[in-house]
């Protein structure tokens, strides 16, 4: 039997994420085609696709390769702490790769490690902690529909220039027109780039699911 090809022995999963990411996060999303992957793994553009099909089986991979850093959260960490600790890793992974999130867009991320470390583990422990299965999913569809949308509207890796194109944009308004936004733009500025808008929501929502779960089910808020 022929040995399989060097450049499909050199296109390795793993291989793949991490130069994909690389040319991503370095160059930005709109450079990343698998002209361009292959070039940077010298392998051929057929092995490429043999091991991801197109971008979207791509895309997959590198997403799934990015899950697999979520932490597993140690046993017996209360509930709100748990959740907390999930989301928020979350949250740092997809801020650090804004290309990423851009190119996936809304499409679904399903992935086997994305499953495994976040959805399952969480679903289980709030029905664990008293909820039923449709308050789980509830929960966890609002903190994760915040953490996507809080990571996708502003490149965090460069907060100075996010901040500046705000403030161009606020500067072409009419003051008549737009008297708050234009009047308070010290107030308005730093809150565009301030991670703290996000973990402050994200913990409203785990206080406010606990307060439910503990109201509905005779316990006491942890």
């Given at each position: 039997?022929?040995?399989?090809?060097?450049?499909?022995?050199?296109?390795?999963?793993?291989?793949?994420?991490?130069?994909?990411?690389?040319?991503?996060?370095?160059?930005?999303?709109?450079?990343?085609?698998?002209?361009?992957?292959?070039?940077?793994?010298d392998i051929s553009v057929a092995s490429l696709?043999?091991?991801?099909?197109?971008?979207?089986?791509?895309?997959?991979?590198?997403?799934?390769?990015?899950?697999?850093?979520?932490?597993?959260?140690?046993?017996?960490?209360?509930?709100?702490?748990?959740?907390?600790?999930?989301?928020?890793?979350?949250?740092?992974?997809?801020?650090?790769?804004?290309?990423?999130?851009?190119?996936?867009?809304?499409?679904?991320?399903?992935?086997?490690?994305?499953?495994?470390?976040?959805?399952?583990?969480?679903?289980?422990?709030?029905i664990a902690a008293g909820m039923t299965p449709?308050?789980?999913?509830?929960?966890?569809?609002?903190?994760?529909?915040l953490t996507l949308g809080s990571a996708s509207?502003?490149?965090?890796?460069?907060?100075?220039?996010?901040?500046?194109?705000?403030?161009?944009?606020?500067?072409?308004?009419?003051?008549?027109?737009?008297?708050?936004?234009?009047?308070?733009?010290?107030?308005?500025?730093?809150?565009?780039?301030?991670?703290?808008?996000?973990?402050?929501?994200?913990?409203?929502?785990?206080?406010?699911?606990?307060?439910?779960?503990?109201?509905?089910?005779?316990?006491?808020?942890?």
């Amino acid at each position: 039997m022929p040995r399989q090809s060097t450049s499909l022995d050199l296109a390795t999963p793993e291989r793949i994420a991490e130069q994909a990411l690389l040319i991503v996060d370095q160059e930005g999303h709109t450079a990343l085609s698998f002209r361009t992957l292959a070039a940077a793994l010298d392998i051929s553009v057929a092995s490429l696709q043999r091991r991801c099909t197109d971008l979207a089986g791509l895309l997959d991979l590198v997403t799934d390769h990015l899950a697999a850093q979520l932490p597993d959260i140690a046993p017996g960490t209360d509930w709100a702490g748990a959740t907390e600790g999930r989301f928020a890793a979350l949250y740092e992974l997809l801020t650090a790769h804004p290309g990423l999130v851009a190119l996936r867009g809304g499409r679904p991320w399903l992935g086997p490690q994305l499953l495994k470390r976040l959805v399952e583990p969480q679903l289980a422990d709030s029905i664990a902690a008293g909820m039923t299965p449709e308050e789980a999913i509830t929960a966890y569809r609002r903190m994760y529909l915040l953490t996507l949308g809080s990571a996708s509207f502003v490149d965090h890796r460069d907060p100075k220039a996010a901040r500046a194109a705000t403030r161009t944009a606020l500067a072409a308004l009419d003051p008549e027109e737009f008297p708050v936004l234009t009047g308070h733009l010290v107030a308005v500025l730093p809150a565009v780039t301030d991670h703290e808008v996000y973990f402050g929501a994200l913990r409203q929502l785990i206080h406010a699911a606990d307060r439910a779960r503990a109201g509905l089910h005779g316990g006491t808020v942890r």
